[in-house]
């Protein structure tokens, strides 16, 4: 199984500010990666897939980058609707596991 | 409109076999690249993929538990059935019916979830 290192597992910040989060591969992924927004006792939402590529409806202010094992995860500008729980997803090779999650407070 | 919905017990006894099904709708699963996965997620835990279907009758298995799994599909029902055998309370969690879209695998829908409690 391909390990999924997301940090850091929680994150303090103030809404504007810009937040990363990273994610590293125990193997090689290409850009086989998603990152996830989960809301508490909501369904996980869909935010960038392909490392970088924002899902539709997705805003702006989110944004993804990184190839091959180091990827990275980043609001440009902290809101409050957006202090809750990340996971990245690797989908280069079943089982497609994720990473342990980054709770975003403030 | 894609839409998913997950069906079965909320409560199952140790040693028992969970039959989930997926009813989806807004896209076909005989449609190249297309795939209809399970994921699930422990109480205040990560979520933890366990399986997919593919268009063309594949399968893949989460290897730690691929002799407990069993994934089908009927293309003409829309459906799509995870079975889960010798059921344990560490299993207990919200399994998620998810769609992978034809360019990756991974989960652009995702079902309501249902919470699954194994309890005697």
């Known amino acids: 199984d391909i390990q999924m290192t997301q940090s850091p597992s929680s994150l303090s910040a103030s809404v504007g500010d810009r937040v990363t989060i990273t994610c590293r591969a125990s193997q090689g992924i290409s850009n086989s990666l998603a990152w996830y927004q989960q809301k508490p006792g909501k369904v996980p939402k869909l935010l960038i897939y392909?490392?970088?590529t924002l899902q539709s409806g997705v805003p702006s202010r989110f944004s993804g980058s990184g190839s091959g094992t180091d990827f990275t995860f980043t609001i440009s500008s902290l809101q409050p609707e957006d202090v809750t729980t990340y996971y990245c997803q690797q989908y280069d090779s079943a089982p497609y596991t994720f990473g342990q999650g980054t709770k975003l407070e403030i | 409109q894609i839409t998913l919905k997950e069906s079965g017990p909320t409560l199952v006894k140790p040693t028992q076999t969970l039959t989930l099904t997926c009813t989806f709708s807004g896209f076909s699963l005989s449609t190249n690249g297309m795939g209809v996965g399970w994921i699930r997620q422990p109480p205040g835990k990560a979520p933890e993929w366990l399986a997919i279907i593919f268009w063309d009758d594949i399968k893949r298995y989460s290897p730690s538990l691929k002799s407990r799994l069993t994934i089908t599909k009927d293309t003409s029902k829309n459906q799509v059935v995870l079975t889960m055998t010798n059921m344990d309370p560490v299993d207990t969690a919200t399994y998620y019916c998810v769609r992978r879209p034809a360019d990756g695998s991974y989960s652009d829908y995702w079902g309501q979830g249902t919470l699954v409690t194994v309890s005697s």
């Open positions: 392909a490392a970088s």
